[in-house]
Protein backbone atom coordinates (compact mmCIF):
# COMPACT_ATOMS: atom_id res chain seq x y z
CA UNK A 1 0.00 0.00 0.00
CA UNK A 2 2.60 1.97 0.80
CA UNK A 3 4.29 1.59 -2.90
CA UNK A 4 1.04 2.63 -4.71
CA UNK A 5 0.69 5.85 -2.29
CA UNK A 6 4.08 6.81 -3.42
CA UNK A 7 3.35 6.23 -6.85
CA UNK A 8 0.66 8.25 -6.74
CA UNK A 9 1.80 10.57 -5.24
CA UNK A 10 4.86 10.78 -8.07
CA UNK A 11 2.09 10.74 -10.85
CA UNK A 12 0.00 13.38 -8.86
CA UNK A 13 3.15 15.59 -9.19
CA UNK A 14 4.01 14.94 -12.88
CA UNK A 15 0.20 16.25 -13.38
CA UNK A 16 0.15 19.40 -11.66
CA UNK A 17 3.55 19.97 -13.33
CA UNK A 18 1.64 19.40 -16.82
CA UNK A 19 -1.04 21.40 -15.92
CA UNK A 20 1.29 24.31 -15.02
CA UNK A 21 1.80 24.57 -19.23
CA UNK A 22 -1.16 22.49 -20.71
CA UNK A 23 -4.85 23.04 -19.54
CA UNK A 24 -6.43 19.96 -18.02
CA UNK A 25 -9.94 18.63 -19.62
CA UNK A 26 -12.55 15.67 -19.40
CA UNK A 27 -12.95 14.00 -22.77
CA UNK A 28 -16.39 12.57 -23.94
CA UNK A 29 -15.77 9.00 -21.91
CA UNK A 30 -14.64 11.37 -18.54
CA UNK A 31 -11.36 10.34 -19.07
CA UNK A 32 -9.27 13.61 -17.30
CA UNK A 33 -6.16 14.39 -20.20
CA UNK A 34 -4.24 16.88 -21.63
CA UNK A 35 -4.93 19.74 -24.01
CA UNK A 36 -3.53 22.17 -25.66
CA UNK A 37 -0.87 19.39 -27.49
CA UNK A 38 -0.39 21.55 -30.98
CA UNK A 39 -0.43 18.55 -33.65
CA UNK A 40 0.80 20.63 -36.78
CA UNK A 41 -0.43 19.11 -40.01
CA UNK A 42 2.91 19.93 -41.80
CA UNK A 43 1.25 21.22 -44.66
CA UNK A 44 1.65 25.07 -45.26
CA UNK A 45 -1.53 26.88 -44.74
CA UNK A 46 -3.48 24.11 -43.29
CA UNK A 47 -4.66 25.40 -39.38
CA UNK A 48 -2.71 22.78 -37.05
CA UNK A 49 -4.99 20.43 -35.18
CA UNK A 50 -5.45 20.62 -31.43
CA UNK A 51 -6.05 17.52 -30.04
CA UNK A 52 -6.09 16.11 -26.19
CA UNK A 53 -3.92 13.84 -24.53
CA UNK A 54 -4.38 11.43 -23.75
CA UNK A 55 -7.81 10.78 -25.46
CA UNK A 56 -10.66 9.63 -23.49
CA UNK A 57 -11.35 5.72 -23.67
CA UNK A 58 -13.71 3.15 -24.07
CA UNK A 59 -13.20 1.22 -21.01
CA UNK A 60 -12.39 -2.89 -21.54
CA UNK A 61 -13.41 -4.96 -18.20
CA UNK A 62 -10.60 -4.15 -17.18
CA UNK A 63 -7.75 -6.49 -15.27
CA UNK A 64 -5.22 -3.72 -15.30
CA UNK A 65 -5.08 -0.30 -15.92
CA UNK A 66 -1.78 1.36 -16.71
CA UNK A 67 -1.01 5.31 -17.02
CA UNK A 68 2.51 6.70 -17.51
CA UNK A 69 3.82 9.97 -18.30
CA UNK A 70 7.57 11.71 -18.84
CA UNK A 71 8.98 15.03 -19.11
CA UNK A 72 12.41 15.89 -19.72
CA UNK A 73 15.04 14.69 -21.71
CA UNK A 74 14.95 11.02 -22.72
CA UNK A 75 17.26 8.55 -21.23
CA UNK A 76 18.36 7.60 -24.48
CA UNK A 77 16.87 9.00 -27.84
CA UNK A 78 17.72 8.12 -31.79
CA UNK A 79 17.20 11.61 -32.51
CA UNK A 80 18.93 15.04 -31.30
CA UNK A 81 15.97 15.25 -28.19
CA UNK A 82 16.69 17.91 -25.75
CA UNK A 83 13.00 17.87 -24.00
CA UNK A 84 10.15 15.60 -24.70
CA UNK A 85 6.74 15.21 -23.36
CA UNK A 86 5.29 11.95 -23.49
CA UNK A 87 2.41 9.63 -22.10
CA UNK A 88 -0.97 8.24 -21.95
CA UNK A 89 -3.10 5.59 -20.25
CA UNK A 90 -5.86 2.73 -20.97
CA UNK A 91 -6.27 -0.19 -19.65
CA UNK A 92 -5.60 -4.45 -19.99
CA UNK A 93 -7.91 -7.24 -20.37
CA UNK A 94 -7.34 -11.15 -21.72
CA UNK A 95 -4.25 -10.34 -23.64
CA UNK A 96 -5.67 -7.12 -25.21
CA UNK A 97 -4.60 -3.36 -24.48
CA UNK A 98 -6.51 -0.13 -25.27
CA UNK A 99 -5.43 3.43 -24.77
CA UNK A 100 -4.01 6.14 -25.88
CA UNK A 101 -0.27 7.29 -26.13
CA UNK A 102 0.66 10.98 -27.49
CA UNK A 103 4.41 12.43 -27.56
CA UNK A 104 6.10 15.78 -28.31
CA UNK A 105 9.57 16.46 -29.12
CA UNK A 106 11.97 19.28 -29.63
CA UNK A 107 15.76 19.78 -30.29
CA UNK A 108 19.03 19.23 -32.53
CA UNK A 109 17.64 22.02 -34.43
CA UNK A 110 14.47 20.74 -35.59
CA UNK A 111 11.13 21.98 -35.04
CA UNK A 112 8.79 20.81 -32.33
CA UNK A 113 7.36 17.83 -33.19
CA UNK A 114 4.58 15.33 -32.17
CA UNK A 115 2.53 12.02 -32.52
CA UNK A 116 0.09 10.67 -31.07
CA UNK A 117 -0.74 7.31 -31.01
CA UNK A 118 -3.91 4.52 -30.56
CA UNK A 119 -3.17 1.53 -27.85
CA UNK A 120 -5.13 -1.74 -29.57
CA UNK A 121 -4.65 -5.40 -30.26
CA UNK A 122 -2.77 -7.85 -28.48
CA UNK A 123 -0.53 -7.08 -25.56
CA UNK A 124 1.45 -8.98 -22.92
CA UNK A 125 1.23 -7.94 -18.97
CA UNK A 126 4.38 -9.27 -17.61
CA UNK A 127 3.71 -9.28 -13.53
CA UNK A 128 7.09 -11.03 -11.07
CA UNK A 129 9.43 -9.71 -13.82
CA UNK A 130 12.82 -8.29 -12.68
CA UNK A 131 14.82 -5.11 -14.64
CA UNK A 132 18.27 -3.98 -13.22
CA UNK A 133 18.00 -6.45 -10.76
CA UNK A 134 14.61 -4.55 -9.23
CA UNK A 135 10.91 -7.11 -9.04
CA UNK A 136 8.12 -5.53 -10.79
CA UNK A 137 5.07 -5.53 -13.44
CA UNK A 138 5.56 -4.88 -17.06
CA UNK A 139 3.58 -4.51 -19.87
CA UNK A 140 3.91 -4.11 -24.08
CA UNK A 141 1.51 -1.61 -25.94
CA UNK A 142 0.89 -2.47 -29.51
CA UNK A 143 0.44 1.42 -31.31
CA UNK A 144 -0.56 2.86 -34.68
CA UNK A 145 -0.24 6.51 -35.22
CA UNK A 146 -3.12 8.01 -35.36
CA UNK A 147 -2.02 12.21 -35.87
CA UNK A 148 1.15 12.78 -37.12
CA UNK A 149 2.56 16.08 -37.09
CA UNK A 150 6.27 15.34 -37.58
CA UNK A 151 7.98 17.01 -40.28
CA UNK A 152 10.35 14.05 -41.23
CA UNK A 153 7.39 11.96 -42.45
CA UNK A 154 6.16 9.33 -39.40
CA UNK A 155 3.17 8.95 -41.11
CA UNK A 156 -0.62 7.72 -39.55
CA UNK A 157 -0.80 4.06 -39.63
CA UNK A 158 2.39 3.31 -38.60
CA UNK A 159 2.80 1.23 -36.26
CA UNK A 160 5.54 0.21 -33.29
CA UNK A 161 5.53 -0.77 -29.46
CA UNK A 162 5.68 1.27 -26.22
CA UNK A 163 6.90 -0.67 -23.50
CA UNK A 164 6.29 0.17 -19.83
CA UNK A 165 7.92 -1.34 -16.57
CA UNK A 166 7.39 -0.17 -12.93
CA UNK A 167 9.16 -1.49 -9.67
CA UNK A 168 7.33 -2.85 -6.78
CA UNK A 169 7.69 -1.63 -3.35
CA UNK A 170 9.48 1.22 -1.93
CA UNK A 171 12.96 1.03 -4.16
CA UNK A 172 11.00 2.66 -7.16
CA UNK A 173 12.23 2.43 -10.39
CA UNK A 174 10.24 2.84 -13.73
CA UNK A 175 11.53 2.17 -17.52
CA UNK A 176 9.68 2.72 -20.74
CA UNK A 177 10.86 2.61 -24.35
CA UNK A 178 9.04 3.72 -27.98
CA UNK A 179 10.17 1.52 -30.49
CA UNK A 180 8.88 1.96 -34.42
CA UNK A 181 10.42 1.16 -38.09
CA UNK A 182 10.71 2.92 -40.98
CA UNK A 183 10.55 6.58 -40.53
CA UNK A 184 9.41 6.70 -37.39
CA UNK A 185 12.38 5.35 -35.67
CA UNK A 186 13.26 8.94 -35.37
CA UNK A 187 11.12 8.84 -32.31
CA UNK A 188 12.45 5.37 -30.61
CA UNK A 189 13.70 6.59 -27.14
CA UNK A 190 13.79 5.26 -23.94
CA UNK A 191 12.71 6.86 -20.69
CA UNK A 192 13.26 6.03 -16.49
CA UNK A 193 13.08 7.85 -13.52
CA UNK A 194 12.91 10.21 -12.06
CA UNK A 195 11.13 11.90 -14.71
CA UNK A 196 9.18 8.62 -15.34
CA UNK A 197 6.54 7.83 -14.05
CA UNK A 198 4.61 4.50 -14.02
CA UNK A 199 1.93 2.77 -12.91
CA UNK A 200 0.19 -0.10 -13.41
CA UNK A 201 -2.06 -1.82 -11.04
CA UNK A 202 -5.71 -3.63 -11.45
CA UNK A 203 -8.17 -1.13 -9.35
CA UNK A 204 -5.17 0.73 -7.68
CA UNK A 205 -3.96 -2.57 -6.12
CA UNK A 206 -0.61 -4.37 -7.13
CA UNK A 207 -0.72 -7.39 -9.72
CA UNK A 208 1.60 -10.29 -8.88
CA UNK A 209 2.51 -13.46 -10.28
CA UNK A 210 -0.22 -16.23 -10.63
Known sequence: MRRLGLVLVALAAAL???????????????????????????????????????????????????????????????AKVSYSQSGGNGSWSRGAAQGTICSESQGGGEPKRSIVMK??????????????????????????????????????????????????YETHVDKASMRFAGACASWDESFRSPGLHVLISNNGAMIRPG
Open 16 to 78: TAVASTSALATGASGTTGMTGLTVPTGTTGVTPHVVACPAGVAALPAKAEWVWSDYGKPSTSA
Open 119 to 168: VSGPSKLSPGIKRSGLLGIGIALGVSVIRSGDPSGCAVGSTGTVTLFASY
